[in-house]
């Protein structure tokens, strides 16, 4: 027992002895926390925000974004659209290589055109059970394969059945990325934790839960005026799930970037009007701008559900009396510190540049409105209406007590339903909830993103179309506006669209979302973008 | 003996198939969708059919479940010639497998059980458990060992001076021990000790097992970790074994053979330590052995505090992902663990005390 004891106080001491310095101070390590945790690295699985993130820094596809959201070349030098929008023909860049592996011998190779076909083909695969399969919907099949050809190593050739314009968007996404087939070859699905990709940093390590560990690809195609890109040395992340110790060690500098803000310290760092709290201003720097992503609720529409028997919600002018009925710009302040937009205009997202707030009008805040508009419906101070109910997560309800003591000053008397995450999503897809919350973040930019949500062959589970809103006059113009190339014309008709859902009120939209990001004062060229993408490579480090 | 361990080693068995049965069900009688939980807000039909069929949940019920049966059985059948039938011996599946029986195209195997990958991650359960269990042990067991040692020296000292300050301040406190919310207590602890007095204890907020330098260069072990969290997760047992100790041993002194002990003329420091304590530890082993058992199925609260990824952190994430193949992995080796832990105290308790024989 004595020796057992004394064992057991020698490891402790152990234990706390100091650890050998790895710190290299000449070196310029970025360092971010991923509460989420990463499930994988393979870019056929970058559905969330944590794996796109680490994919973005790892891979790169023939095309790739701005700031502003504009389509720019990437291992695609340049491209050409065919006339009927269906053909698109993208030239290759012949000085971009895989990173250094074992699976080359210790070497590397250069990206030909077959590889993008491969990669392509395996986002498809029904095998692969890829999340982002539904990217390649609008690619043309022949004799049963998609029609992705390479030319030569360095023409790539893509044809659609259909024009669809917001094609080179989705090609942006990191589903589209790069890799080799010797990688799949080889690691099979544990490819997840062995990358192999082109971006401008590698996998050094990955102790998953715990750190992972990129560090600069020296080899990068990718250059700022004269310097090879990027200028950091490595990429460290950290799993630490509390939101209040990232907080903790963010204040203390322990980490360099933080992204959104969680309730327990929203006040803490930032002021009622959503600005940083201005004792903090000599430490750190807050970056905000819109973010695709639009809060809403919404109502299933579609009458043949029994569910809609006798509830309210089947009439228009009880969907309209909750959206005049509550004050989203108070809202807004009290919960939320101004962080977003009170949804006043369409349901299209501020931060698209089809978002119009003269073209689209919205519903604000006029209760006499919503009282009679109820009146009118023949259920005065909502007499005879019955019990709404609405189901959400717990994440939102504060939003939905909010609404829910606003509207009971018209009469309506909404009850809150709160369910977990997975069984809300089931009985929506299921059409089993009459309201429900929701929200929709961009998978890429454009408008046809959101309005695909209310495009009747869209109807869940064959599309998004989760409240089964149906409008004759809505698809015909969702059609055209397919077919339509020049940006202006297209905008008209997504600005009508969006009219159509205010006007029949299928949701109620709460609000648009920010971008939220936190910075440490010796880190520059850390932008944002309203797709809230994180890209490094140009990042530097004091 | 012998008899005896067949006989649990059954029972262990029906526990488990138990244990199956019933989180298949649950997982297919509650609403949800673990194809939905993996593509989010853009699950169309086409999507959510792929990944069925890829997770095998395309088939009727009950071929899943004997499917499962067969994956996670050490004795199995499957197609040894093609490869495309779903039950083809894929050997990055099930690694070392030998056959036993052949017949026809199928063959009886014997291997290592197979508890898939996870739906969210793809990441083998396997590797989950063996990554998040010695966690969990490492912090279970120093909780224990120090709840114990403490417990039963103070429980010891309590009752052998009944009455007295020592035992009436080791009673407040335990009381106190056994009310407080291990949730709150983390939070407290870990602000005094790792917040507070960071500077003079040297301890951090969280972390983990193993740390990792930024360059990726090092892992080292990091038991400083350890501390404030098997502390935390240490007081409730603590409390506990202190009453249980004093109480029984104040019962065993109360016994003859200690009175005739004392007459022959032992110690008292020998008749404590030979003779009272290890009759009076009965109980406390019983309570130890419940309390390891179940710490061994992860304490969630003091795990998210810590930052220490154990069981717990990692059952509690996957029941909100829907994720199947890990929640029933996991199960399935706590319940192992757990029969097993039952079969070594009832031997534990027959090496204590003679009277009590195994059958």
Redesign the interface.
């Known amino acids: 027992m004595q020796r057992f004891?004394f064992t057991?106080l020698c490891?402790?001491l152990?234990?706390?002895c100091n650890?050998?310095d790895?710190?290299?101070n000449t070196?310029k390590?970025f360092?971010y926390n991923e509460s989420a945790?990463i499930?994988?690295l393979?870019p056929a699985?970058s559905?969330?925000q944590s794996n796109i993130w680490v994919c973005n820094q790892l891979f790169n596809g023939l095309v790739q974004l701005d700031e502003q959201l504009k389509v720019q070349p990437c291992i695609a030098s340049h491209w050409s659209i065919s006339a009927d929008g269906k053909t698109y023909t993208f030239t290759i860049r012949k000085d971009v290589y895989f990173h250094k592996s074992t699976i080359f011998k210790d070497s590397t190779r250069k990206v030909v055109a077959n590889d993008f076909v491969y990669s392509f083909n395996r986002i498809v695969d029904?095998?692969?059970?890829s999340?982002g399969?539904?990217i390649f919907n609008y690619v043309k099949k022949e004799n049963g394969k998609y029609a992705f050809i390479a030319r030569n190593d360095s023409i790539l050739e893509i044809k659609l059945n259909q024009s669809f314009p917001p094609f080179l968007g989705l090609l942006s996404m990191q589903y589209c990325s790069v890799i080799p087939h010797e990688a799949i070859d080889f690691y099979?699905?544990d490819f997840?934790?062995n990358p192999i990709g082109t971006g401008a940093f590698q996998l050094?390590?990955w102790?998953?839960?715990?750190?992972l560990?990129l560090?600069k690809n020296t080899n990068y195609f990718e250059f700022e005026d004269t310097t090879r890109l990027p200028y950091l040395?490595?990429i460290?992340i950290t799993?630490?799930?509390?939101k209040q110790?990232v907080f903790?060690e963010f204040i203390k500098g322990n980490i360099d970037f933080m992204s959104g803000i969680d309730a327990s310290y929203k006040d803490e760092l930032l002021t009622v009007n959503g600005k940083l709290n201005p004792k903090y201003k000599n430490k750190f720097q807050l970056i905000s701008q819109p973010y695709l992503n639009t809060e809403y609720l919404a109502f299933l529409m579609d009458t043949s559900h029994t569910e809609l028997n006798n509830n309210p919600v089947k009439y228009k002018a009880v969907r309209q009396a909750i959206n005049y009925g509550f004050d989203r710009v108070k809202m807004m302040r009290y919960l939320r510190n101004n962080i977003g937009t009170p949804a006043l205009y369409g349901f299209i997202p501020k931060g698209l540049p089809s978002f119009d707030t003269v073209k689209v009008k919205g519903y604000d805040y006029q209760p006499d409105k919503s009282r009679k508009l109820l009146a009118d419906a023949g259920f005065a101070n909502g007499e005879g209406l019955g019990d709404i109910t609405l189901s959400t997560t717990a994440s939102y309800l504060d939003l939905c007590k909010y609404i829910q003591n606003q509207l009971t000053e018209i009469g309506l008397k909404i009850k809150i339903d709160v369910n977990?995450?997975?069984?809300l999503?089931?009985?929506i897809?299921k059409s089993k909830i009459p309201f429900f919350r929701g929200s929709?973040?961009a998978?890429y930019p454009d408008a046809e993103n959101y309005l695909s949500l209310f495009y009747s062959p869209n109807f869940?589970?064959?599309?998004?179309n989760y409240t089964h809103f149906s409008n004759k006059n809505f698809d015909l113009i969702y059609n055209k506006a397919q077919n339509e190339v020049n940006d202006s014309i297209r905008y008209n008709y997504y600005n009508q669209m969006d009219q159509i859902i205010m006007n029949e009120a299928p949701v109620v939209v709460l609000y648009y979302d920010q971008v939220l990001r936190f910075v440490q004062n010796n880190i520059q060229g850390l932008g944002s973008n309203p797709m809230n993408l994180l890209t490094l490579k140009k990042v530097k480090k004091q | 003996m012998l008899q005896f361990l067949l006989k649990r080693l059954f029972y262990g068995f029906l526990v488990l198939l138990g244990v199956i049965t019933v989180v298949f069900l649950l997982f297919n009688v509650l609403p949800g969708d673990p194809a939905r939980m993996m593509l989010g807000q853009r699950a169309d039909i086409n999507s959510i059919e792929a990944i069925n069929k890829d997770l095998g949940r395309d088939k009727p019920l009950t071929t899943q479940y004997f499917n499962y049966l067969n994956d996670f059985s050490i004795l199995s059948i499957h197609n040894i010639s093609d490869t495309n039938n779903y039950w083809y011996l894929d050997r990055t599946k099930y690694t070392s497998a030998i056959k036993l029986i052949p017949f026809g195209n199928y063959a009886l195997i014997l291997k290592m059980p197979y508890m898939r990958r996870s739906y969210q991650s793809k990441r083998m359960v396997t590797e989950i458990i063996t990554e998040a269990f010695p966690k969990t042990v490492l912090l279970a067991g120093v909780a224990m060992l120090f709840a114990v040692i403490i417990g039963v020296i103070v429980g010891v000292l309590a009752a052998i001076k009944k009455d007295g300050f020592f035992d009436r301040i080791s009673l407040v406190l335990s009381a106190f021990g056994m009310s407080l919310p291990s949730f709150f207590a983390a939070i407290l602890i870990a602000w005094l000790f790792a917040f507070v007095l960071a500077k003079y204890t040297g301890l951090s907020m969280f972390g983990s097992m193993y740390t990792v330098d930024d360059f990726g260069n090092g892992e080292y072990l990091d038991l400083k970790n350890l501390i404030l969290p098997a502390f935390t997760l240490g007081i409730r047992p603590l409390a506990v074994i202190v009453e249980l100790t004093r109480s029984s041993m104040l019962d065993v002194l109360s016994q003859d053979f200690i009175r005739t002990a004392k007459a022959k003329g032992l110690s008292p420091y020998h008749i404590i330590t030979r003779h009272t304590l290890k009759n009076a530890m009965n109980p406390v082993i019983t309570a130890v052995s419940g309390w390891l058992a179940s710490l061994m199925a992860g304490a969630v609260f003091v795990e998210y505090v810590f930052d220490w990824k154990g069981v717990g952190v990692v059952i509690v994430d996957a029941l909100e992902k829907y994720d199947f193949p890990v929640v029933m992995g996991v199960l399935l080796f706590i319940s192992i663990i757990l029969v097993i832990i039952n079969i070594f105290v009832d031997i534990l308790y027959g090496m204590l005390d003679p009277r009590i024989r195994l059958s």
């Open positions: 004891c057991i490891l402790f152990f234990a706390s650890h050998p790895y710190k290299n070196k390590v360092r945790g499930t994988s393979d699985f559905k969330d029904e095998k692969i059970a999340p399969a539904w099979g699905k997840r934790k050094k390590l102790k998953e839960g715990v750190k560990v560090l040395d490595a460290a799993f630490i799930i509390d110790s903790l977990p995450p997975a069984t999503r089931e009985m897809a929709w973040i998978d869940c589970p064959i599309g998004p």
